[in-house]
Structures are given as structure tokens and as C-alpha cells.
């Protein structure tokens, strides 16, 4: 199914962090686009000045995040499809064009896993996140790159004011090429246990990006991996509460992260700086991919909770040393 339903607004609130009009004239999609975090990475791109479609199984979920984002004075509409079908990620893309005239920027946020362990993994279980993480982001960049990006030679996503080959009005055919593709996979990179299936299924998406990124540089298309660490959203509720109550205790920062947090690196990846990181794929975990276990480590915490500190010589403080730089003696 795939319906029409455009909001515009009088021109959106501006991001916190991003100069208004980052990505003006810029179109993007975003599937898994209905809930968490891919809700908020359409809402800041939204922000910053794109024209944002929101693709999901689901039609309530995107008519809300359409909704927020009219409300915000953006523009947004939403196609439900599912990605995990060759037909409805051609589909999907199609729908963009024909609406818009454009894509500039692919956000793969759709994915999923249960917890479980390893052992406990049947086939059915593990086709069905290897089809929605692997086989969902490889359909929808193929349909990206084949209806709306290739061909660019580097002008996609140039300067973020619509204008160029490709038309930012929504007319015309508008397929210049080039782009950004975003791929949201996950951190830890050391081993999730409970979650081995979508750790592999991860994995192989940030494979995937590097080895696009090489072969579709020479279009203009940016490929770009996106690792989410542990993120305060609705997909937490269905985990054991032990394992929530355990989650930012694991994490050196000691927090979750933010759904906004997130979003401002989806948008800092869809913007022209965003360009240069391709091939890579960016952390976003608060250092928990430095770290497996408690934080603090068990038996290097003072009473309170706290990492202890060495304390500093009364020389150094009356000689006014740099706060935790020590003589090459006392470092090793």
C-alpha cells in the first residue's frame, strides 16, 4: 500500500546544533521511520530543511511522525511498504521520485531483533533478522542506487540549496544522481550476548557499506554505517528487566544515549561534511564499544560508586602542574 499524504508546513523550527537550511532542498528517506530511533532522525532532518518521506510497515506510527514533523513547519509524508521484499523497496523509491522529483539521502534504519542466546536461535528466528537487517538495507540501497542516484559523479548532496542538474522543485525527472546512504547498525562490536543473530546481521551490513562505498564512489554516493550503542527508546520495553535495569551500567558514560543524540549524527552524516566518512562506520555508545562489563570495573570502585583518582603530590600543586599530568616516573 502506498498513499499520498504531504504536510508542509510555513518552513521548520531550526535544529539546536545545525545551521538552518543545512539540507534545504534536499529530499530523504527514512524507513523505520514510525518509531524510535529512526522517528527522530526524520524529525531532525526535517529540522534542517529537507523534505523527509517515512516508510514503515505500519501506517499509524508514520502518520504521527508526519504529524510532529508538520507541526514543527516541515515537510513530510509517509509510504508504507515493507523492505524486506525486493518489489516494495523498488516501490518505495519510486514513490519518492514521483512525489518529489529526487533522492538525496537514504537513511536504512529499519531492523529488529529478540533477545535470546545463541544456542536457543532457530533457523526461522535467524532468517528473520538476517532479512530484515541484511536483506532490507541491500534492497533498498539497490533501488536508491539504481532509480535515483547512480550516475552522479559526485554531485549529489553538493551545497544543500536544491539547485544543480537535479532540480530541487519536485519537477521533472530530477535524476541527476549521487547521494548519501546512512546505514543504522549496532554497538557493541566485541560480542552482544542475547543477541548474536543481530550482532552477525550487523555485521554484514557494515561490510556491506564499505564494499558499496568503494564501488559507487566514482557516482557520487556517499555509503555511510551508523553504530547505535544503547539508546533510551520504546524498543528497550520489550527486554527482560533485568537486562534494562543492567543496560547504562554497562556503558562508561553511565547514561543512555538520547534518540536526539542520535539524530544529530544521522543529520551531520546526511550533510556535505557527511560526505567524507564514507566507508567508515561512526560510533555513537558513550564508549561502550571500549569497554565489556560494569562500569566501573568490579573492585576498582571506592565506596560511593566512583572511579578512584591517584592523588596528586603537594609539589605538583604548589608548582601548579597540569591536573592528571604526571612526571614520565610516575606514568610508568
Known amino acids: 500500500m502506498s498513499t499520498k499524504e504531504t ?8 535544529s539546536e546544533i545545525f545551521a538552518p537550511g543545512l539540507l534545504g532542498g534536499q529530499v530523504a528517506l527514512v524507513t523505520g521511520g514510525g518509531t524510535g530511533l529512526g522517528r527522530g532522525s526524520a524529525i531532525e532532518l526535517a529540522r534542517c530543511g529537507a523534505a523527509v518521506v517515512v516508510a514503515g510497515r505500519r501506517e499509524e506510527p508514520l502518520r504521527r511522525t508526519v504529524g510532529e514533523i508538520a507541526e514543527l513547519g516541515g515537510v513530510a509524508d509517509w509510504v ?5 521484499q525486493v518489489e516494495d523497496a523498488s516501490r518505495l523509491v519510486a514513490t519518492v521520485l514521483e512525489r518529489h522529483g529526487r533522492l538525496d539521502v537514504l537513511v536504512n534504519n529499519a531492523g529488529g531483533q529478540y533477545f535470546t542466546p545463541a544456542e536457543a536461535i532457530v533457523a526461522k528466528g535467524w532468517r528473520a533478522v538476517w532479512r530484515l537487517n541484511v536483506d532490507g538495507t541491500v534492497n533498498m540501497s539497490r533501488a536508491a542506487y539504481e532509480q535515483a542516484m547512480r550516475g552522479g559523479g559526485g554531485g549529489g548532496n553538493r551545497d ?6 537535479r532540480g530541487g522543485d519536485g519537477g521533472g525527472d530530477g535524476r541527476g544522481g549521487g547521494g548519501t546512504i ?7 562490536h566485541h560480542g552482544m550476548p542475547g543477541m548474536a543473530h543481530s550482532g552477525s546481521a550487523r ?9 558499496l562505498a568503494a564501488r559507487w564512489a566514482e557516482d557520487g554516493i556517499a555509503v555511510v554505517a551508523a553504530a547505535a550503542g544503547h539508546f533510551d527508546t520504546e524498543a528497550l520495553d520489550k527486554y527482560p528487566e533485568v537486562i534494562r535495569a543492567g ?5 562508561p558514560a553511565q ?4 534518540v536526539q543524540e542520535h539524530a544529530w549524527l544521522v543529520a551531520l552524516l546526511a550533510s556535505p561534511l557527511g560526505r567524507s566518512f564514507s566507508g567508515s562506520v561512526v560510533t555513537l555508545d558513550g564508549a561502550r564499544d571500549n569497554w565489556f562489563g560494569p562500569w566501573p570495573p568490579p573492585g576498582m570502585a571506592g565506596e560511593e560508586g566512583e572511579v578512584p583518582a591517584e592523588a596528586r603530590r603537594e609539589g605538583a600543586r604548589k608548582g601548579g602542574a597540569r591536573e592528571g ?3 614520565p616516573e610516575e606514568a610508568g
Do not use: M, W, Y
Open 203 to 211: 555485521a554484514a551490513v557494515e561490510a556491506l557499506t564499505r564494499e
Open 325 to 327: 599530568a604526571g612526571t
Open 160 to 165: 544543500g540549496d536544491g539547485g544543480g542538474d
Open 255 to 258: 547514561r543512555l544515549g538520547t
Open 182 to 188: 546512512v546505514n543504522v547498525t549496532l554497538s557493541p
Open 247 to 251: 543496560t547504562a551500567r554497562s556503558i
Open 80 to 84: 508504507a511498504g515493507d523492505v524486506r
Open 7 to 14: 504536510s508542509r508546513g510555513p518552513g521548520p523550527s531550526p
